[in-house]
C-alpha cells in the first residue's frame, strides 16, 4: 500500500489511536446505542463499542496493526466496492464509490457547512474535504482528493441483529456476511 490509497479497518476491536488528531467529533444515539463520529487527520473514524464496531479510514498507515486492511485506489476510473462486516450484534455494508471533485456538493460546504453533520476542510482548503452525514439506517462520507479529482463517496448500512432469531445467518442479511 501506498499514500495513493485510502485504507479501511472494520474490526471488533478499537484501533491504537494514539497520536490521531481529531478535527471534529459527535457522539450521538444512532441505531440503539450510542456511537462517535469523527473526523481525524487522515480521514474518519467511527465506534460503538456496545456494538463491538470500529470503521477507520485511513490515508497513513492504519496504527496498531493487526487487523485486516482494505486498500482502497485513490484513482477515479475504479469500479464500485462493497465492504462488509459484521459482529454477534451488528452487520454493516459500506460501498465505496468513485467520484469525480465536481459531484462532492461544495457550493452546499460553502453555503450551509452545518448541513452535514461533521465536516472537515483540511488546511482551510473547500476542495480537500471529509464530510460525515447520518441517516437513520447508515452514513454518509465524503473524502475528497483534488490531486486526483477524486470524491471518495462512501455510505454504510447497517442490521442489527435479532436476539431471538435461532440461526445467526437469518439475522444478518447476506449482502453483509
Given at each position: ?5 485510502l ?22 444515539p ?11 487527520g487522515?480521514?474518519?473514524y467511527?465506534s ?10 485511513a490515508?497513513?498507515?492504519v496504527p ?6 482494505t486498500?482502497i ?5 475504479q469500479?464500485?466496492r ?8 451488528l ?19 460553502r ?26 439506517d ?5 473524502h ?10 462512501t ?8 436476539p ?8 444478518v ?5
Open positions: 500500500m501506498n499514500s495513493q490509497t485504507r479501511f479497518v472494520h474490526d471488533d476491536r478499537p484501533p491504537a489511536t494514539d497520536g490521531v488528531r481529531v478535527f471534529d467529533s459527535l457522539t450521538r444512532f441505531l440503539g446505542t450510542e456511537f462517535t463520529f469523527r473526523i481525524i487522515s480521514s474518519h467511527i460503538a463499542p456496545a456494538y463491538d464496531f470500529y470503521e477507520l479510514s490515508c497513513g498507515p496498531g496493526g493487526g487487523c485486516e486492511v486498500a485506489p485513490l484513482d477515479p476510473a469500479p464500485s462493497r465492504l462488509g462486516f459484521e459482529t454477534d450484534t452487520g454493516c455494508e459500506t460501498v465505496v464509490d468513485h467520484r469525480p471533485l465536481s459531484a462532492f456538493p461544495t457550493d452546499r460546504l453555503s450551509r457547512p452545518d448541513s452535514f453533520d461533521l465536516a472537515y476542510a483540511f488546511d482551510g482548503n473547500p476542495e480537500a474535504v471529509t464530510t460525515i452525514e447520518i441517516g437513520d447508515g452514513y454518509e462520507t465524503y475528497t482528493y483534488p490531486e486526483f479529482d477524486l470524491a471518495l463517496y455510505r454504510s448500512e447497517f442490521v442489527i441483529a435479532d431471538t432469531a435461532d440461526d445467526r445467518t437469518a439475522r442479511p447476506d449482502s453483509v456476511r
